[in-house]
């Protein structure tokens, strides 16, 4: 098989793997959860089930370079670590790559302490 064969099948694979993350989700979130893993898919340009938490810090890095704000950053990665998750106790994966990350300081909590 083609390197853009395994790509476009890839990408297949990932569609479905996130269609199944979405089941059952309200339309509204499935339009957000979808988008924000085809982003941070896109960042990884390979399948899923090639991640690694060093990708996760990756895209934060990247998204705080964007200057993208602490709670937008905070729910991607709450996406990203679902999806994972979910990946992980459905079996396509052998171990969560995202178990240990950590997800940022929610900043509503942290001004009012």
Do not use: W
Request: aromatic share 8%; charged share 25%; proline share 5%.
């Amino acid at each position: 098989m083609s390197d853009v064969l395994r790509l476009l099948k890839s990408e297949r694979d990932d569609e479905s793997l996130i269609a199944g993350f979405l089941l059952g989700r309200p339309a509204t979130t499935q339009r957000v959860y979808r988008n924000e893993m085809r982003c941070f898919l896109t960042f990884l340009s390979r399948p899923a089930s090639r991640t690694a938490a060093v990708d996760l810090r990756g895209y934060i890095e990247q998204c705080r370079k964007a200057k993208l704000s602490l709670g937008t950053i905070r729910h991607k990665v709450a996406v990203i670590k679902s999806f994972f998750a979910f990946l992980f106790e459905e079996g396509e994966l052998a171990e969560d790559p995202m178990a240990f990350i950590a997800t940022p300081p929610n900043p509503t909590l942290e001004s009012s302490r």
